[in-house]
């Protein structure tokens, strides 16, 4: 009985865990995305891990004085069932990978309908394809990030300034060895490599300075490459890029 009553309290504890997780607003369209994947996925492991968990339990204890196991008679049935149980639930993780995986903000080049995306031929980044958002140019180079703002010809090191409720496309490339901008608390992810661009695409619903690193190795000052995304208001932003055109500097307080 007191085993029973553990396991009931262990099984609510987690549900209430999982429960007050999910109830965490995300920062960005790429973590709500990423975050809503992973919370649907895990809805549907756990019943399936506690339905096995009890079926063994209740095997080991019915059966452990068993000297004389029998192997268990043909059920087609029961066979067919979890045979096509199994394969449903495989049809829905694959589904939902897709539909996450296919989404512009997962996959940018899915938002440049008509356009040519590939990274072929693109010397600079005047080349690139023009979007609706708003565009950041994103320099890596050992072992800092330029960010560089076309519209007002404004640049920032390691700070790389957005508005917010907008949506952005990041283009990035590299000076010299391949790096990755890594965006933990907003989900963003994407490599920059050497003579071509890549593209990251967000939208911020929070103003703040969110922490940024790079997460390829590109040698030994790796460790100390990082950097923050400044989020404002689109007001500031504007206000910021008017008043420093033509110039190198500072983040805007996104407070």
Known sequence: ????????????????LLLSMGTVAAQSENRDLIDGLEYQLLYVALPLTLFVLLILVYAAVKFHDNDDPQ?????PALEITWTV??????????LSGYSVLVNPYVSPSQALEGEDTSQDGFDSFADLPDTDDEEVHIRGYQWE?????????????SEIVIPADTDVTF?????????SLFVPDLGVKQDA????????????????????????FCGA???????????????TYDEWLAANEGTITDAPDPG
């Open 221 to 235: 000052g790796h460790s100390r490459m990082d950097g923050s995304i400044v989020v404002v208001e689109r007001d």
């Open 71 to 75: 192997p268990t008679t043909e059920d």
């Open 145 to 157: 990030w330029q960010a560089t703002y076309p519209e007002a010809n404004v640049t920032t090191e």
């Open 193 to 216: 490599f050497p003579g071509d661009y890549t593209r990251a695409r967000t939208t911020v619903s929070e103003p703040g300075r969110y922490d940024a690193v790079c997460a390829e």
């Open 1 to 16: 009985m007191d085993r029973r009553r553990t396991l009931v309290a262990l099984v609510v504890a987690a549900l209430s």
């Open 171 to 179: 283009w990035l490339t590299s000076d010299d060895v391949v790096h």
């Open 85 to 94: 149980a199994t394969a449903l639930i495989l049809l829905f993780v694959g």
